[in-house]
């Protein structure tokens, strides 16, 4: 426990994200209490099967490829403090290998799809939310955090401040989305560039992230589309500017990936997309 409050402790001052602090604690205070009943009860106790076995216990519980390596980065955290910390000579993690991902990518959207969540759109702010959200490929938590000054329409520039990792960063709207900005803007009225740029219609606070996930399942039940989410949006714009030809390394900016992993998966989709054409209009193949 004492470890356990030092480490977090030691994120504090750090100034780690609420966030991040949040994912510790979740993710350790249920692997300190399996570790201290399977007999781990100080840091020089613990062993890499007490470590083995409880990622076990998460696959047999059901829980998912991400939920165990999440639970596994946490572990690995921990006791890369501790080592540092001189709790431990060495840490029990280099032992144990991670839970591996599956490979695989999440749903986005088709062209379809969008243009169904637009047709079931119902105001200005609705259309705006749509196409802010698919243009700039921002987190659900750096989108409803945007101020009205944060967007210049001119340029298409959205300043993200304090998105993950405590950095800000630049995105950009397009000028269909800078469009549909404009008008909802303009049927809101006089605002401030203090002013949150999405405020909640029942009390004009700035929106949460459920509540655009709220929002968002709304419209996705009107349009009949799947995965309306917040993250399906994001994808969406990945992929999309990947088929569109954007440079990986600029979208790696644009999205604030700390590093190409997530991206490199995108793009071996669009190298399908490409076989997939290949072999359909290949110029031999259909013209010999």
Same mark, same amino acid.
């Given at each position: 426990?004492?470890?356990?409050?030092?480490?977090?402790?030691?994120?504090?001052?750090?100034?780690?994200?609420?966030?991040?602090?949040?994912?510790?604690?979740?993710?350790?205070?249920?692997?300190?209490?399996?570790?201290?009943?399977?007999?781990?009860?100080?840091?020089?106790?613990?062993?890499?099967?007490?470590?083995?076995?409880?990622?076990?216990?998460?696959?047999?519980?059901?829980?998912?490829?991400?939920?165990?390596?999440?639970?596994?980065?946490?572990?690995?955290?921990?006791?890369?403090?501790?080592?540092?910390?001189?709790?431990?000579?060495?840490?029990?993690?280099?032992?144990?290998?991670?839970?591996?991902?599956?490979?695989?990518?999440?749903?986005?959207?088709?062209?379809?799809?969008?243009?169904?969540?637009?047709?079931?759109? #119902?105001?200005?702010?609705?259309?705006?939310?749509?196409?802010? #959200?698919?243009?700039?490929?921002?987190?659900?938590?750096?989108?409803?955090?945007?101020?009205?000054?944060?967007?210049?329409?001119?340029?298409?520039?959205?300043?993200?401040?304090?998105?993950?990792?405590?950095?800000?960063?630049?995105?950009?709207?397009?000028?269909?989305?800078?469009?549909?900005?404009?008008?909802?803007?303009?049927?809101?009225?006089?605002?401030?560039?203090?002013?949150?740029?999405?405020?909640?219609?029942?009390?004009?606070?700035?929106?949460?992230?459920?509540?655009?996930?709220?929002?968002?399942?709304?419209?996705?039940?009107?349009?009949?589309?799947?995965?309306?989410?917040?993250?399906?949006?994001?994808?969406?714009?990945?992929?999309?500017?990947?088929?569109?030809?954007?440079?990986?390394?600029? #979208?790696?900016?644009?999205?604030?990936?700390?590093?190409?992993?997530?991206?490199?998966?995108?793009?071996?989709?669009?190298?399908?997309?490409?076989?997939?054409?290949?072999?359909?209009?290949?110029?031999?193949?259909?013209?010999?």
């Amino acid at each position: 426990a004492l470890a356990y409050n030092a480490f977090l402790l030691d994120g504090e001052a750090r100034r780690l994200a609420p966030k991040t602090l949040h994912y510790y604690k979740q993710q350790l205070q249920p692997f300190l209490a399996y570790a201290e009943q399977s007999g781990a009860t100080s840091p020089e106790t613990l062993t890499a099967n007490h470590i083995r076995t409880y990622l076990v216990s998460l696959q047999h519980r059901g829980l998912n490829d991400n939920s165990q390596h999440a639970a596994a980065r946490a572990i690995r955290a921990l006791c890369y403090f501790m080592v540092n910390e001189d709790l431990l000579a060495a840490s029990p993690m280099r032992k144990v290998k991670m839970p591996s991902l599956d490979k695989r990518i999440l749903p986005a959207f088709t062209t379809e799809d969008v243009r169904k969540l637009l047709d079931a759109c #119902l105001t200005a702010r609705d259309t705006a939310i749509v196409l802010c #959200l698919l243009d700039s490929g921002c987190r659900a938590s750096e989108f409803v955090g945007l101020n009205v000054g944060d967007i210049d329409l001119k340029t298409g520039g959205v300043t993200v401040r304090q998105g993950k990792g405590r950095k800000d960063r630049v995105a950009f709207l397009g000028a269909k989305a800078r469009k549909a900005l404009l008008k909802y803007l303009m049927a809101r009225g006089s605002t401030k560039p203090s002013d949150p740029l999405w405020p909640a219609h029942d009390d004009g606070e700035r929106l949460t992230s459920s509540g655009l996930q709220q929002v968002l399942k709304r419209l996705g039940r009107r349009a009949q589309v799947k995965h309306a989410h917040p993250h399906t949006f994001r994808r969406t714009c990945a992929l999309w500017s990947l088929r569109a030809g954007m440079n990986i390394y600029a #979208l790696q900016q644009i999205m604030g990936h700390a590093d190409l992993a997530i991206l490199r998966r995108y793009l071996a989709l669009v190298e399908q997309d490409l076989e997939d054409a290949h072999r359909k209009y290949g110029a031999v193949d259909n013209m010999l």
